[in-house]
């Protein structure tokens, strides 16, 4: 790392962490819309701060433009609130300068999946060690209610006035797609589940990427309700759980059964099925997982939300270390002037 | 027959052929011998952008120039006095640069029916009488390879790709050079195959044996050894002295370089060198994009690296609203810009100065960033290692800006020692006591570099403008004006900081040239001979842009009159007239091609004959 951050960090007194989540709360007022679905998630990720046992001047959160980019702000960690879509970059450079940094990036569905979708899927195919964090609340926000790249087709927004004739991605198929080595889809409205995930994804070594439904009560109010509120979502979502049948439903009556390679809504209570018939998740089958995160814009199934997969892999940090490692231990610690003599030289007497 | 051998102060020649033929290594090869010979010189590849244009067509033509004296070398050399032509097509694409009265030496198997087809030839060249005010020299040299080869049992592609050094051969001869420092690099280079190594030092001496043998030359020449200061040199390009230039400086600034790069003409090989320095703790990351490539310069500068992103015009033009972060987080960032010919794709392997502007100005806002630019290929290792001391005292972005011309072009470097650089480190914000991100030193303006890991220094940065010291965020109208006015003050304190501008010559006169970049030793070959005529002129060559050194205002009234050269339509005197309110001139051509001395010459003439 250098001998001067060497110095900094590895004589540094680090606080034995012994921290509650109000310490990782920044002195900077919160600025989000009252109602904002950014604000659950601010909370959940101070909670679960504190059980990361890390000293909180070891942990850098990045983060593009956009409503959701404001997080680092609130962070009482070091950060970045840096230019749009380009925080997946800078976290990248900043994990292989520091790997020893716990580092963390905030983006939403415009800053990561449009104008910084480039940075995003090649993050992802080389496995950085990063958190990625898309709060996708499928409009722009911050620019006042234009559509974004998740925004459903037929969208009518200040810029689609008859309507948006764009698809949308699926951010997690696209995940999937772009190697990327967690992929997980969480909600704004479940703190519980939400922290799971974060924890998880935290703990997870190589690029962990998370979606969080978020609500944007002023420009996209309600996009996700049928999934968040009482009276639909134990109807329209289902929980993916490593190594447990896919079960849902108010009364958990209803499961995933695959036919052939497609998964099909079966009941449990008509008789003609048992959950013996049903899909069993598993977080280390990327099969399955292409599988599942394809069942999202399917309106016959419910939404899968949960880890669609964690497959660690080596990282391109540690991978890049290693390789400067090798180099120094086989030939040593590189002198200048053995460099600066090398190659063809002469002597001029 | 007896041969005569006359003594030259200076030569230059040009290997040219298809872009296969090895002209490449031809020219190297030649130069290293020349190099330790004791010969100042000064060398410039020309090759084309395609990587195998079709065989024997203009477009696919390699050269090779090496300039190579007694004196000092400042050019590659306007005009070559010995032109080798492997081909038809290389012979017509070389013959202007051909002095009258040259010698040619051609492969006359690259002239047949189809090559001159290629070469867009009616008739042949060599026997219609058009290169009668030359001496040509015909030699069938693919032959003459067979039969030196003719009992290894080669296949003809590698009997092919050994022509070159049949050329090679004759020209030491031509020239008096021992094929043994070749003789030596072909054992080194191919040591796991010994049958490359055979071939080519058979061909070679086989060449050099039939200049000695055939009685088709009649004069030798001799070049003395160059009188240059004592010392161990090395032939470097441009390109290979930036990123030595970085390692060095980021071995005295005691950090880990870090390269965010992304392939381009003519900058990749600065990304190849550093990629082979891991044992400096070097990373190197070819990212995704140029616009990924200095954000992780960015993100690892944040870190506490020596940050670095190395590209080219194009490259530049993504990288803006990325210089723009730097500027405002007050991050230390190197981005050399390796220029080329221009707009858009305009000419990958050319050379050009049309990115000054654009590295002044080029950004959204009131975007300071200091400016350098290297005068030579080995000025590049002093100018890389000066832009990252800059970046790290001034916590700022810097532009280095050099050309294909530099990057590509080499010269003798007198090896330094790492003694003799100095030391640039500077140490880290460690102490959490009333800790302000945005707090200044008074002398320099800069901000205290606070790095990830320090305990108690947690802050948040980012392009949104920022409170003064606090480094909070703010939309403060008058905070906002401070804020503008304390960059730009910070960028104009380096002045303090840099060495004066020195003239080359009387420091008052008829005329001043000012340069700037690479076209220094075009420029210094110029004013030196219009000077030995006893004209009144003399050379100033900036290599601090921005800011300039200080004392530029008070020699510019010292000068009847002041001319501008660039490979641009005129960037440099732009500014020059807008700060100094002097009436320049111009001397503006955007070819792709570096300056010849001979034209700034003329431009002077032009110019004093008026007075």
């Known amino acids: 790392m250098g001998k001067l951050v060497d110095d900094v960090v590895t004589q540094a007194e680090h606080a034995s962490v012994k921290y509650v989540a109000k310490d990782f709360a920044s002195d900077q007022e919160v600025r989000w819309c009252p109602g904002c679905g950014d604000y659950s998630i601010l909370a959940q990720m101070q909670r679960i701060m504190p059980d990361m046992n890390i000293p909180r001047e070891k942990i850098v959160f990045v983060s593009g433009i956009g409503c959701s980019s404001r997080f680092p702000y609130y962070m009482n960690t070091y950060g970045i609130h840096s230019i749009h879509g380009r925080a997946t970059a800078i976290a ?22 449009s104008i910084g979708g480039n940075h995003m899927i090649h993050l992802m195919r080389r496995n950085v060690d990063l958190n990625v964090v898309m709060f996708n609340n499928q409009i722009y926000g911050l620019t006042k209610g234009q559509y974004s790249p998740t925004s459903e087709f037929g969208k009518v927004t200040k810029s689609t006035p008859q309507g948006s004739i764009d698809y949308p991605f699926n951010p997690a198929a696209l995940a999937l797609g772009s190697s990327c080595a967690f992929v997980a889809r969480t909600l704004d409205r479940e703190p519980k589940h939400l922290q799971y995930v974060l924890k998880r994804a935290a703990e997870f070594k190589g690029t962990s990427y998370v979606e969080v439904y978020q609500n944007c009560n002023v420009f996209n109010d309600g996009a996700f309700f049928q999934f968040t509120e009482k009276e639909t979502k134990d109807d329209s979502v289902v929980y993916l759980e490593h190594g447990k049948p896919l079960v849902f439903g108010k009364n958990k009556d209803k499961g995933i059964k695959l036919d052939g390679f497609s998964p099909v809504v079966v009941s449990l209570t008509d008789g003609m099925h048992s959950i013996n018939d049903l899909l069993i998740h598993n977080e280390k089958d990327s099969t399955l997982a292409f599988i599942m995160a394809n069942m999202t814009y399917n309106a016959a199934l419910p939404r899968p939300v949960g880890i669609f997969q964690a497959i660690e892999r080596p990282t391109y940090d540690g991978e890049m270390s290693k390789q400067i490692d090798a180099t120094i231990s086989k030939r040593g610690r590189g002198s200048l002037d053995k460099l600066f003599a090398s190659g063809d030289t002469w002597m001029i007497q | 027959m007896s041969v005569e051998t006359k003594t030259l102060d200076e030569v230059t020649i040009r290997f040219a052929g298809d872009s296969g033929d090895g002209m490449q290594i031809t020219g190297s090869q030649f130069t290293s011998t020349s190099a330790v010979m004791g010969n100042d010189l000064s060398t410039l590849p020309d090759y084309p952008a395609e990587i195998r244009a079709p065989q024997g067509t203009l477009g696919g033509v390699s050269g090779f120039q090496i300039h190579f004296g007694s004196t000092a070398i400042n050019t590659p050399g306007d005009m070559c006095d010995v032109l080798v032509a492997m081909n038809a097509a290389a012979l017509k694409v070389n013959l202007r640069g051909l002095v009258d009265g040259g010698v040619i030496i051609v492969n006359t198997d690259g002239f047949n029916d189809k090559n001159l087809r290629s070469a867009g030839y009616d008739e042949s060249p060599l026997s219609n009488g058009s290169l009668s005010k030359y001496q040509v020299f015909p030699v069938d040299i693919s032959k003459l390879t067979e039969l030196a080869l003719a009992d290894m049992n080669l296949s003809s592609k590698v009997v092919d790709r ?47 044996n039939y200049a000695e043998t055939v009685d088709i030359f009649t004069v030798r020449y001799d070049v003395k050894p160059a009188k240059l200061k004592a010392g161990r040199y090395r032939n470097l390009t441009g390109n290979s002295a930036v990123a030595l230039g970085l390692v060095a400086a980021a071995e005295k600034a005691k950090l880990d370089l870090f390269l965010g790069s992304y392939p381009i003409t003519p900058a990749s090989e600065i990304l190849h060198d550093l990629s082979g320095y891991k044992n400096f703790g070097v990373k190197t990351f070819q990212a995704e994009d140029e616009i990924a490539a200095i954000a992780s310069a960015i993100g690892a500068s944040f870190g506490g690296a020596l940050a670095v992103t190395t590209t080219s015009g194009p490259g530049l033009a993504l990288k803006t609203e990325a210089v723009g972060l730097a500027v405002m987080t007050e991050l230390p960032l190197v981005i050399v810009n390796v220029q ?37 290929p080995s000025d590049c290792f002093y100018m890389a290692f000066e832009a990252a001391r800059i970046a790290l005292k001034y916590m700022t972005p810097v532009f280095l800006l050099t050309d294909g011309y530099l990057g590509n072009g080499s010269e003798p470097w007198l090896v330094p020692t790492e003694a003799e650089l100095p030391d640039i480190s500077k140490p880290f914000r460690t102490n ?19 790095i990830p890991g320090t305990p108690g220094l947690e802050h948040r940065i980012g392009g949104l403008e920022k409170k003064n010291k606090a480094g909070s965020i703010s939309y403060d109208p008058e905070n906002h004006d401070l804020m503008i006015r304390i960059r730009a003050e910070k960028v104009e304190r380096i002045a303090n900081d840099i060495p004066l501008a020195k003239v080359d010559g009387d420091e008052s006169g008829d005329l001043l040239v000012i340069g700037w970049g690479g076209t220094y030793g075009a420029i210094r070959t110029a004013v030196e001979k219009r000077r030995a005529d006893g004209k009144s002129v003399s050379h100033l060559h900036l290599k601090y842009i921005n800011p300039m050194p200080k004392n530029i205002g008070e020699i510019l009234p010292k000068f009847k ?5 660039e490979i641009n339509l005129g960037q440099l005197i732009k500014v020059l ?11 503006n051509v955007v070819a792709g091609l570096p300056f010849k001395s001979t034209e700034i010459e003329q431009k002077i003439e032009e110019l004093l004959g008026g007075l």
């Open chain 1, 92 to 113: 990248s450079g900043l994990k292989m300068a520091r790997p020893d940094l716990m580092v963390w990036v905030i983006t939403g569905d415009g800053d990561g999946l």
């Open chain 2, 162 to 208: 050994t022509k070159n050094f049949f050329a090679l051969g004759m020209m030491y001869w031509m020239f008096n050079r021992q094929v043994e420092n070749t003789v030596e690099w072909l054992k080194m280079k191919f040591a796991k195959k010994p049958e490359i190594v055979e071939s080519n030092i058979r061909v070679l001496k086989a060449g050099w």
């Open chain 2, 340 to 376: 080329r010919g221009g707009p858009s794709t305009g000419l990958p392997t050319k050379t050009e100065q049309a990115d000054l502007l654009q590295a002044l100005y080029g950004r959204n806002g009131e975007s300071p960033v200091p400016v350098l630019a290297a005068s030579t």
């Open chain 2, 432 to 450: 959490p006591e009333n800790f302000q991100p945005y707090e200044r030193d008074d002398e320099t303006f800069a901000r205290e570099w606070a």
């Open chain 2, 561 to 565: 009159k002041i001319l501008v050269p």
């Open chain 2, 577 to 587: 007239r807008e700060k100094f309110l002097v009436d320049a001139i111009g001397y």
